[in-house]
């Protein structure tokens, strides 16, 4: 999402709410558009032992 907000050709992110059981931040969307987030990164931060948890073998 940052990228796109960075690009005045930047149109559309796709939003997956599944990654909501192993990410710690989302997105913020208000009124039909996401929001950049403040911190640096790719606007998501993985809680990696939730990932871990739904690791199949």
Known sequence: ???ACAVPNGRFVEHIPQLG???RTGSVIMDGRV???DAPGIGMDCDLDAAADLRVD
Do not use: D, N, Y
């Open 1 to 3: 999402m940052s990228l």
């Open 21 to 23: 059981a192993i990410a």
């Open 35 to 37: 929001w950049p987030p």
